[in-house]
């Protein structure tokens, strides 16, 4: 059975979609979605995509380890809505004595910019069918393996 042959205009066309939607998926991600909120039960950073609201069965559990009235506008982050969904307070709660010191004076924001160049050195660090990007020579390398 011979496969149908495809265009070099059908597979740029196609190259061209799966690229802005990679395009589109990294300024969803990263870009609209901001860096920088706290969950308000264990206090870490999060984008805010992805705190959520606590559910009534969470509001029951919060009430016996926070004394804030304002349960209800709290923002939650996915590792303590699974222990809140198992009804247990999170480990790392600020109940159980995690905290962030004060921020210090003097500490510049932190940019985009510096998460953007860290997420490309990810990214040239990331084996490619079997090669690496080495930023420093700017040159892709094999990727060594040990066979038995």
Same mark, same amino acid.
């Given at each position: 059975?011979?496969?149908?042959?495809?265009?070099?205009? &059908?597979?740029? &066309?196609?190259?061209?979609?799966?690229?802005? =939607?990679? /395009?589109? /998926?990294?300024?969803?991600?990263?870009?609209?979605?901001?860096?920088?909120?706290?969950?308000?039960?264990?206090? $870490?950073? +999060?984008?805010?995509?992805?705190?959520?609201?606590?559910?009534?069965? *969470?509001?029951?559990?919060?009430? !016996?380890?926070?004394?804030?009235?304002?349960?209800?506008? #709290?923002?939650?982050?996915? @590792?303590? $809505?699974?222990?809140?969904?198992?009804?247990?307070?999170?480990?790392?709660?600020? !109940?159980?004595? #995690?905290? /962030?010191?004060?921020?210090?004076?003097?500490?510049?924001?932190?940019?985009?910019? =510096?998460? @953007? &160049?860290? !997420?490309? *050195?990810?990214? &040239? !660090?990331?084996?490619?069918?079997?090669? #690496?990007?080495?930023?420093?020579?700017? @040159? +892709? @390398?094999?990727?060594?393996?040990? *066979?038995?």
């Amino acid at each position: 059975m011979d496969l149908p042959e495809v265009s070099d205009v &059908q597979s740029r &066309q196609d190259f061209e979609m799966r690229r802005s =939607h990679s /395009y589109r /998926y990294f300024d969803e991600a990263f870009l609209k979605n901001d860096f920088g909120h706290a969950c308000d039960v264990c206090d $870490r950073l +999060w984008f805010r995509k992805y705190l959520k609201s606590p559910t009534i069965a *969470h509001l029951a559990v919060l009430r !016996t380890e926070f004394v804030d009235p304002n349960l209800a506008e #709290f923002s939650v982050c996915n @590792t303590c $809505r699974r222990s809140l969904n198992s009804k247990k307070t999170p480990p790392l709660a600020k !109940t159980n004595g #995690f905290r /962030y010191p004060p921020k210090p004076r003097g500490l510049p924001a932190l940019r985009m910019a =510096h998460f @953007t &160049q860290a !997420t490309i *050195h990810a990214k &040239q !660090t990331t084996p490619a069918r079997g090669r #690496f990007y080495c930023a420093e020579t700017s @040159t +892709w @390398t094999l990727r060594k393996t040990n *066979h038995l």
